[in-house]
């Protein structure tokens, strides 16, 4: 995931070096930003974004209840219906994967 990231930051950079990069990201994909920011580091070193900082912004999932009908938004989606107790959820959203920005160092580095 972090590489596919990094491959989408270093077109946008064109060769410019990166201060920091926000990336919205579905909450099935069960993203955990320490990790993810370990990660990111991890494969961008050597790169032009070598210490970029992430912003990670996770986007929850539209969850449908088929027992009740009630309509929530959840970060867990493995969860029960928050209004009856129902395990029957219907789930839409909550893949996306998103490079949103990039900022630019001012000067060179």
Known sequence: MCEAILDAVEHRAAGRQVRRVRVRVGALHRVVEPAFDQAFALVSEGTVAAGAAVDLVVVPAAVSCADCGHQAEATD?????????????????????????????????
Do not use: M, P
């Not at 928050?82 to 996306?96: F, P």
């Open 77 to 109: 989606v493995l969860a029960t219906c928050a209004a009856c107790g129902g395990t029957d959820l219907e789930v839409a959203g909550g893949d996306e994967l998103v490079l949103e920005s990039i900022q630019l160092r001012n000067g060179k580095r």
